[in-house]
């Protein structure tokens, strides 16, 4: 079975320009997490999805990140215009969906801004 | 108070020995429980889940849960050098919600 895909594994932009993030979720996977982790820090929710539609967005900074689940499945979270306090890991992860299903992770993004 | 609580570490315990890592968490209708292993620069990595009071083991691993005192834990038996990690408590809520704990970082001496 593979696993959670995420592209690209690096990006390094400079302050107000925008990023794009990529994420396909394991086939089959109901519940789609977006989460952006600080050195240091544990992850932060940005966004949970539930087949296309958002469970949780209550942390997303949305003057300047928003995401979408094209048809439930893949994934994209866009930042515009970026902060240097963007900079970060930003992770996502699927699981099969309800209350005992575990959570399974891609490689993340490191962004970068500069 | 956060929602799930762990000690940040590091933790030091010597190879051999058992670790023990412990996580609380504020939400009584609280109805999974994850652990998850962070090496340096990767991802998180599922190592156990729990959803019923008691010890569940898996290898080396045991994690235990009561939900009376809000806590669960994860202990390593024959600690090795390849344990050295950030590991991360995660607890879903009967939202669907993952909420997760800052992470404690174990070294393991050799």
């Known amino acids: 079975e593979a696993g959670v895909a995420q592209s690209p594994r690096y990006k390094i932009i400079e302050k107000r320009q925008s990023v794009a993030f990529w994420c396909n979720p394991i086939?089959?996977?109901?519940?789609l997490y977006w989460y952006q982790q600080i050195l240091g820090q544990g992850p932060k929710l940005l966004i949970q999805?539930?087949?296309?539609?958002?469970?949780?967005d209550s942390q997303l900074p949305k003057d300047r990140f928003s995401a979408e689940r094209l048809k439930g499945v893949d994934s994209t979270l866009k930042i515009q215009p970026a902060k240097l306090e963007d900079s970060a890991v930003y992770l996502c992860?699927?699981?099969?969906?309800?209350?005992?299903?575990?959570?399974?992770f891609g490689q993340g993004t490191r962004l970068t801004v500069v | 108070q956060k929602e799930v609580e762990q000690n940040s570490g590091p933790l030091s315990v010597p190879e051999g020995a058992i670790a023990s890592l412990n996580c609380t968490y504020s939400?009584?209708?609280?109805?999974?429980f994850f652990w998850y292993r962070q090496y340096s620069g990767k991802s998180p990595e599922l190592i156990m889940s729990?959803?019923s009071n008691g010890d569940k083991e898996d290898g080396r691993f045991t994690a235990q849960l009561n939900k009376a005192s809000q806590y669960v834990s994860l202990l390593i038996r024959d600690s090795q050098p390849s344990d050295s990690a950030t590991y991360l408590c995660a607890v879903g809520r009967s939202n669907y919600q993952l909420i997760w704990g800052a992470g404690t970082k174990l070294i393991i001496k050799p």
């Open positions: 999805f539930q087949n296309n539609g958002v469970v949780d």
């Open positions: 939400d009584r209708g609280s109805q999974s």
């Open positions: 086939s089959g996977h109901a519940t």
């Open positions: 992860a699927s699981s099969r969906g309800g209350l005992f299903t575990e959570a399974f």
């Open positions: 729990i959803y």
